[in-house]
């Protein structure tokens, strides 16, 4: 949060930039002192102008917290600051340039279209683009339409009233899948599975012991929020989110989603795991499962870099 603070002195209004940051139960406070008020002056020309700078001191900020989890979160010791910094430029840029609903609307056409086709859609992003854009589109597989429209639904569940607990996950899924068909031409199933599967050569939860499993994992978050490093957090519930595997389908895309709901709710933005590098994303879950979990962090965090090249793009633009 950031704004222009103002103060009179001996008649003169004096004006002051200040944004807190608050991080893993911690607080930032940045104070700029500006001079006498202008009637050209506004805090998102500030940012704009300084942004550099006060990326700077909010990356020596939340540097401490990262060197204490960067060990584990990758191999490569640089990936973890890169990220970081991309991610507050992002949040100073979306700022300064007033441009958060337009950088949601692209996200959206770029997360849905690869999260769909990570489980086996084949609607090509033109589609998906003009189905956000429009409402609709003349595609011919109707299913995949919904799929798409279902999906922007969910995205509004997802922003403004889900909870971490079972029926916000359960809610979720239902939005998700409402009205669509699975490969078999059946319905989704309601509710958590109730029949074993199995993905890649991994088992995963019991149907009788998903709601336990559950129940537990969102106890972890609560537990675990503000005391783990968020990119951790994030990316260690949807590795244990998947090996529970609640639903009979749509374990992938409600995980995925549940996993940006994280890093947004710990000022991070959201990422995309990428279709073309999804038999690689496969194997990052299942090695992880065989405990090589900075394996499995350091190939989301290289997603996440590719997905922050994307939003610093788009935010060029405007």
């Known amino acids: 949060m950031s704004y222009i603070e103002k103060k009179p002195i001996n008649g003169k209004t004096y004006v002051s930039f200040v944004k807190k940051v608050s991080f893993m139960k911690k607080v930032l406070l940045i104070k700029k002192n500006i001079g006498l008020d202008s009637s050209t002056l506004n805090k998102e020309k500030y940012i704009l102008d300084n942004i550099e700078e006060l990326s700077d001191e909010e990356f020596k900020f939340r540097k401490k917290f990262l060197d204490n989890a960067k060990d584990n979160l990758s191999h490569d010791k640089a990936l973890p600051e890169k990220i970081e910094m991309k991610a507050i430029k992002i949040n100073n840029q979306t700022e300064g340039k007033q441009c958060e609903n337009i950088l949601n609307n692209e996200f959206a056409k770029e997360f849905i279209f690869n999260s769909n086709n990570i489980e086996g859609s084949k609607i090509p992003p033109e589609?998906?683009?003009?189905?956000?854009?429009?409402?609709?589109?003349?595609?011919?597989?109707?299913?995949?339409?919904?799929?798409v429209q279902n999906s922007i639904l969910a995205f509004e569940y997802l922003r403004i009233?889900?909870?971490f607990n079972i029926i916000s996950v359960k809610r979720l899924y239902h939005i998700l899948t409402n009205d669509l068909f699975r490969e078999n031409k059946l319905p989704y199933p309601k509710g958590f599975k109730k029949e074993s599967n199995v993905i890649g050569n991994s088992t995963t939860t019991l149907p009788e012991k998903v709601e336990e499993e559950m129940t537990a994992l969102m106890q972890w978050y609560r537990e675990n929020r503000g005391k783990v490093h968020p990119l951790i957090l994030a990316f260690e519930f949807h590795k244990r989110y998947e090996s529970i595997h609640p639903f009979s389908d749509g374990n992938g895309r409600t995980g995925r989603m549940i996993m940006n709901k994280i890093l947004i709710s710990n000022g991070y933005p959201p990422m995309i795991v990428y279709k073309s590098n999804k038999q690689a994303y496969f194997n990052a879950i299942a090695k992880s499962r065989e405990g090589r979990a900075k394996n499995y962090y350091q190939f989301m965090l290289e997603q996440a870099d590719r997905s922050y090249d994307y939003l610093l793009d788009v935010i060029s633009r405007y």
């Open 127 to 147: 589609r998906v683009r003009e189905i956000i854009d429009t409402g609709d589109t003349k595609y011919y597989d109707r299913n995949e339409v919904k799929e």
């Open 161 to 163: 009233k889900f909870k």
